[in-house]
């Protein structure tokens, strides 16, 4: 890692203005609210393609900040963050209003609208939640919690916070993607591990208090409050037509999370030192990419060893890792999704880099199977 100095310039909008770029996906949204047919392609395409063509324009960014920097310079980088929950909740909720009183456009078309609203929801609100969730502010923790419950995923907070960074790249962790599982696969398998692990985590913390996991302070009744509140809403605007499209979003929008999910860690596991045992997690636990872009849309994600190495360590402090530190993908989030989506190209491209990381990290482990299979005794 390289290091550059604290300057003033980072305290200033226009170093932080390329991370709200998000913000120029709203109008994205009016645009095809109000005119429907081929507009509807346009936050998906925004999204998926664009983001992905800038990355070749505008190349890679390889340089590290000051991680010491105080929270008061980075008011701009928290800003972006903090505001998205009730700009989301106004897009969700604006957009069914306008569509409904209107009725200018047809069934699909309100379907379609609604799946680009949970691309939104899903590459920048889930993700913005992400960043939330981990740090100390109340307020902070407030908006995480309410763009997952905008989603219907709230309990994602638990089993992240709780399970994925205790346990990752270990069998007890749901989000680790094991080496030749297609993303198919992958996806119903997560979607019910994830939801179980992390009720069953937040029971076990009462537990350890003698509390029942029915007691005031379980998070999960607040995810329950909110998520209901939202259903509520959608179906006072629209009926089942309106908890239909506000579902649709958030299924969009958890699709997105877990496919960038599987990306992070496939393939990738910490060596089973005995009984339970593993070791400590590394930088090579994490699969990374420097692409100035995408990393600009996913505010740093892509930084991702340095995530698990200091999970509160605010996004533009995030440090870059060079590929003798950590594995680097060979595209950015944005490309590799893609790819993802077909797992006989995901496992052309990507089992190689991993046969090889498990060369380099670890040429005396002959027998991959109980890390292939997730059969290794679970963490203690």
């Known amino acids: 890692m390289t290091s550059i100095p604290l300057t003033p310039n ?71 963050t903090i505001i998205w929950a009730p700009l989301q909740v106004a897009l969700i ?50 908006m995480a919690d309410i763009l997952l419950a ?25 989000v680790t993607a094991r080496y030749g599982e297609g993303f198919w696969r992958y996806f119903p398998r997560v979607l019910h591990q994830c939801y179980r692990s992390a009720f069953n985590a937040e029971k076990a913390m009462l537990a350890r208090k003698k509390l029942p996991w029915t007691y005031s302070s379980n998070p999960f009744w607040r995810y329950w409050a909110l998520q209901g509140g939202f259903l509520i809403c959608a179906a006072g605007l629209g009926g089942w037509w309106g908890v239909f ?3 649709t979003q958030a299924f969009i929008a958890i699709f997105h999370l877990e496919l960038v999910n599987y990306i992070e860690h496939y393939g990738l596991t910490r060596k089973h030192l005995g009984e339970g045992k593993y070791e400590h997690v590394q930088p090579h636990h994490s ?27 605010r996004f533009p402090l995030l440090q870059n890792y060079e590929d003798d530190q950590a594995p680097q993908l060979p595209f950015g989030y944005t490309v590799m999704t893609l790819i993802a989506l077909s797992p006989t190209l995901w496992r052309k491209v990507m089992n190689p880099k991993v046969r090889t990381w498990r060369e380099k990290y670890y040429p005396e482990i002959e027998d991959w199977t109980p890390y292939k299979t997730a059969t290794n005794a679970m963490p203690r």
């Not at 063509?53 to 008061?72: F, M, R, S």
């Not at 009183?101 to 992400?130: C, D, P």
């Open 10 to 80: 980072i305290s200033r909008m226009t170093s932080a203005a390329p991370f709200w770029l998000s913000i120029l996906l709203l109008p994205l949204v009016a645009i095809s609210a109000a005119n429907g047919g081929w507009t509807l392609l346009l936050v998906p395409l925004a999204t998926w393609y664009l983001f992905s063509v800038l990355d070749v324009i505008v190349g890679h960014n390889k340089e590290n900040a000051d991680p010491n920097t105080p929270d008061d310079q980075l008011f701009w980088y928290r800003a972006i």
């Open 93 to 142: 909720f604006g957009t069914m209003i306008y569509v409904f009183a209107t009725g200018h456009l047809a069934a699909w078309e309100q379907w379609a609208l609604f799946v680009g609203i949970g691309v939104i929801s899903g590459a920048i609100g889930i993700n913005y939640s992400h960043e939330l969730m981990h740090q100390k502010p109340t307020l902070e923790r407030w």
């Open 150 to 174: 905008s989603v219907l995923y709230s309990h994602f907070r638990s089993e992240h916070l709780l399970v994925h960074h205790r346990y990752v790249a270990t069998p007890k962790d749901p």
């Open 245 to 247: 499209l506000f579902a």
């Open 287 to 313: 699969w990374n990419a420097s692409h100035r872009a995408t990393n600009w849309l996913l505010i740093n994600l892509q930084r991702h060893s340095d995530h698990h190495y200091k999970p509160d360590r």
